[in-house]
């Protein structure tokens, strides 16, 4: 399909120039196949030298996303713009945008080297730039002396490295990544998050980063784009998206949160009375923007497991319940415990003390700040 013509399209001499901050950024983008509607009209902008990840479930259109950006998919409505320049009529090489994919899609038959300066040669540059460059690249990924080792003598953490340094040897203005840890086991994963976190701020090159992984978003990003089947759930900071979800999609799938639903019993000017998980109780909330403060109003609460605290007696922003089970496993007991209207809330904290046993009735607790009004989605 022929892409969407843009209100303002590129130069003639076809050179993409830096004219604001915003580097990227997506207008009203949709995308079908077949049937099937993979985008719902997405917006975004992102700017000069961010990390942002997009971060939702298999399915959700993360990867749509970013072949539009790439030009290696076209959309069926909305724009593409690079540095303020439509480039929805753009082949993929001239949008100076590459790509890092989850498979390393390198040559067999070429050294590293080659396959680092592959793109330097299709652009014509002399030998002693290419040598140059390449050079330079493979000191940056640290390796350094493996120029003439092939992609069958390398393993899975330098293949990576060498797709990054193909990538970045370019100079492009945004690197898109997807999934390009997937591959890797748990160990060298959280090294490479490390390493590409510090080689983004050194080269200062805008990073659009692809996971399924919570830790890893966090860990690496300036900005995390939620997604949900085709539309942006939330966009914020790490710490904006863990303790500050907007709906309770978000507060589950990153960091699995409790939800509790209930509706308001009283209003009164210091606090508030809901009938939550099947019992009446006073809740003093820190943050009340996203509450409607009327009787008889749904309240849908976030609350994550390890900020759960426990008493034998009833307190504000207390609820009984009965312990199910502990479990202790990666350094953190969880415990299970059932509320009075038989749904269930998990606590977890770091150690294996916790003096209440499976049976026991106790109250679970949380602070004021530590709540968090949702909407329900």
């Not at 990227?24 to 992102?46: A, H, P, T």
């Not at 076209?74 to 480039?87: A, K």
Request: with cysteine.
């Amino acid at each position: 399909m022929k892409a969407p013509v843009c209100d303002k399209e590129i130069g003639k001499t076809g050179e993409i120039v830096l004219i604001e901050e915003v580097v990227l950024e997506l207008r009203k983008i949709e995308k079908r196949f077949k049937e099937n509607s993979v985008l719902k009209g997405i917006s975004l902008k992102v700017e000069k030298g961010e990390f942002i990840t997009f971060l939702g479930s298999s399915g959700c259109g993360k990867t749509t996303t970013l072949r539009i950006i790439a030009g290696l998919e076209t959309p069926d409505s909305g724009e593409v713009f690079i540095n303020g320049i439509c480039v929805n009529q753009l082949a993929p090489e001239k949008r100076n945008v590459n790509t890092v994919f989850q498979n390393y899609a390198l040559f067999p038959h070429m050294n590293v080297f080659e396959n680092i300066a592959y793109g330097l040669k299709i652009k014509k540059l002399e030998k002693k730039e290419i040598q140059r460059k390449v050079t330079d690249a493979l000191e940056l990924i640290q390796l350094g002396g493996y120029e003439k080792r092939i992609p069958s003598e390398l393993s899975g953490g330098q293949k990576q490295r060498v797709a990054i340094a193909r990538a970045i040897v370019n100079n492009p203005q945004v690197l898109l990544l997807d999934e390009p840890l997937g591959a890797l086991d748990l160990q060298l994963r959280r090294q490479m998050q490390l390493e590409l976190k510090k080689l983004q701020k050194q080269l200062g090159i805008t990073f659009i980063y692809i996971t399924h992984d919570q830790e890893e978003a966090i860990n690496m990003s300036n900005r995390i784009v939620i997604m949900r089947d085709g539309r942006l759930e939330q966009i914020g900071t790490p710490d904006e998206i863990y303790n500050h979800p907007e709906t309770s999609y978000v507060a589950q799938f990153v960091g699995n949160a409790n939800i509790l639903k209930g509706k308001i019993h009283r209003i009164e000017e210091e606090f508030l009375e809901a009938k939550l998980a099947g019992e009446v109780t006073k809740l003093i909330l820190s943050d009340t923007k996203n509450l409607t403060k009327e009787v008889g109003s749904p309240i849908v609460l976030a609350i994550r497991s390890e900020v759960v605290e426990f008493s034998q007696e009833k307190k504000e922003n207390s609820l009984s319940a009965i312990v199910l089970e502990k479990s202790f496993a990666g350094g953190m007991l969880r415990m299970v415990l059932q509320l009075s209207d038989g749904s269930e809330l998990i606590a977890s904290r770091h150690g294996i003390d916790a003096p209440y046993e499976p049976g026991e009735q106790i109250y679970c607790y949380w602070k004021p700040e530590q709540a968090v009004i949702v909407k329900e989605t």
